[in-house]
């Protein structure tokens, strides 16, 4: 059974500094892995897609890394901004099957 | 596109009444996925439908739930009846396809069994 870990569970950072967000799951046969955020009370946003064959993804201040055999991915946020306070969760979705399982997720807040 | 629509954003009920949330996917999208986010459990898939069809619904918890999707553009989730471990927060996504590329979420309903 596939699972996806992030740690820390939260994480409080100074304005400017850079974000680096882990997730790590254990069956390395998978399809693609997203990173999403989430918003107090609101839904999730797809931030970043990789593909299995990736290793890894860009999106103005975000990037995010693959690392299949070693079951990993990271998340990158430059110079952060208090806008980028929320929660971010990564899921991965097996190669045989269509069900994306979600890790539980890092809190980030950005202090001004 | 407004993007996947859930209805109600938040409904409170007594224990033993019925409940049904209701989900508008974003158009020419053919996969709708059921989802319930808790803090002890996170996001957890109930049941996922592929052009109108229930694909799997393994992570339906019990018979209490039920889930119809009578044509493209629209989806229920029913609990009947209610207890209050229903509580959680119900958010609906949709994707292109199948084995999907990016979901997109609906902002969730909020529910409460007293």
């Known amino acids: 059974k596939q699972e996806v870990t992030q740690i820390p569970a939260a994480l409080s950072v100074p304005e400017g500094e850079n974000l680096v967000l882990n997730c790590s799951f254990t069956?390395?046969?998978?399809?693609?892995l997203q990173w999403f955020r989430q918003d107090p009370g609101k839904g999730l946003t797809s931030l970043l897609l990789i593909q299995s064959s990736q290793r890894e993804q860009t999106s103005g201040r975000l990037n995010a890394s693959l690392d299949k055999s070693s079951g990993r991915s990271t998340l990158y946020i430059a110079a952060s901004q208090p806008g980028d306070s929320a929660t971010y969760l990564c899921a991965v979705i097996k190669a045989a099957g269509n069900k994306l399982t979600f890790g539980g997720g890092t809190r980030v807040l950005v202090k001004p | 596109d407004a993007g996947v629509i859930q209805s109600p954003r938040h409904e409170v009920t007594e224990m033993g009444q019925e409940v049904t949330l209701r989900c508008k996917p974003i158009?020419?999208?053919?996969?709708l996925f059921w989802y319930r986010q808790t803090m002890m459990r996170g996001l957890e898939l109930l049941i996922y439908?592929?052009?109108?069809?229930?694909?799997?619904d393994s992570g339906m918890p019990e018979d209490r739930f039920s889930a119809k999707m009578p044509n493209a553009s629209f989806s229920t989730l029913k609990i009947q009846p209610s207890e209050p471990r229903d509580s959680a927060v119900y958010f609906c996504?949709?994707?292109?396809?199948?084995?999907?590329?990016?979901?997109?979420f609906g902002s969730g309903t909020q529910l409460s069994v007293l």
């Open positions: 439908f592929n052009n109108n069809v229930p694909i799997d």
């Open positions: 069956d390395s046969a998978i399809y693609n």
């Open positions: 158009s020419g999208h053919n996969s």
């Open positions: 996504a949709s994707s292109f396809q199948q084995v999907y590329e990016k979901l997109f």
